[in-house]
């Protein structure tokens, strides 16, 4: 039977602190479960309704919930009815690499949902290098993993200086002010600079970007979203260097 202690413990990893702390995440829905137990993540409790269980049964530590249970440690309005806890990586799993066709570099991407759709998006085009700097927002928070829908398992995120590791690179930015895009010339290795949504690309960051990128549109909206942003830039990145 599983302990109000165990319970209470979920509920604290909704908040980050509580993630630090303990070097823990929880996952929640069917499909990110799944994602998550096929990974490399060290999965520690799967909790579940009766709705799911069989289906995670034969998996150690799965616990039983009652819906009303379950609902105290959801993070969501309408409770997916099956969540997971995890470890966090280590610093020393995600190890920055020189040689990756296209990385992916977020410069104060503060919003939850846009990260993990990059995440997603990255993950579509097989980009599996992604840094993020100190302004973006938490990787392990609970919109940023429900967004990435399972991508968040097969992609390398971790925190760095951009401008430091932008130095000497070939890298490229979006900017309203760029070259357009289909006359840029893209040369692997690649580092495309998303920025963020409000701001765009910090004046420290665009001092070490060689490239600046416009998406041409019909001017007819004042900016694009980050996320979407991101994703025309990769389309455009991966079409090129295949």
Known sequence: MTSFHSLKHIKSLHFSKFRQKYSQFIIEGLKSVDELIHSDYE????????????????????????????????????PAGI??????????????????????????????????????????????????????????????????????????????????LLDGKNSYGAFLNGDELSKVSIKSPAYIVIGSESH???IEVEKHIKNKVFIPGANTAESLNASIAGGILMHAFFTKLI
């Open 43 to 78: 999965v520690l409790d799967i909790f579940a309704t009766k709705r799911y269980y069989s289906s995670f049964e034969g998996h150690a530590n799965v616990h039983l919930l009652s819906d009303k249970d379950y609902a105290t440690i959801s993070q969501f309005k309408t």
């Open 200 to 202: 765009g690309i910090s």
């Open 83 to 164: 969540l997971a806890s995890a470890k966090i990586k280590g610093d020393e799993e995600h190890k920055i690499l020189d040689n990756e066709r296209i990385t992916l570099l977020l410069d104060g991407v503060s919003d939850p949902g846009n990260l993990g759709t990059l995440i997603r998006t990255a993950d579509w085009f097989g980009i599996t290098q992604i840094i993020g700097n100190e302004s973006c927002a938490d990787f392990y928070n609970h919109k940023t993993l429900s967004a990435t829908m399972g991508s968040f398992t097969r992609v390398n995120y971790k925190r760095g200086d951009l401008a430091q």
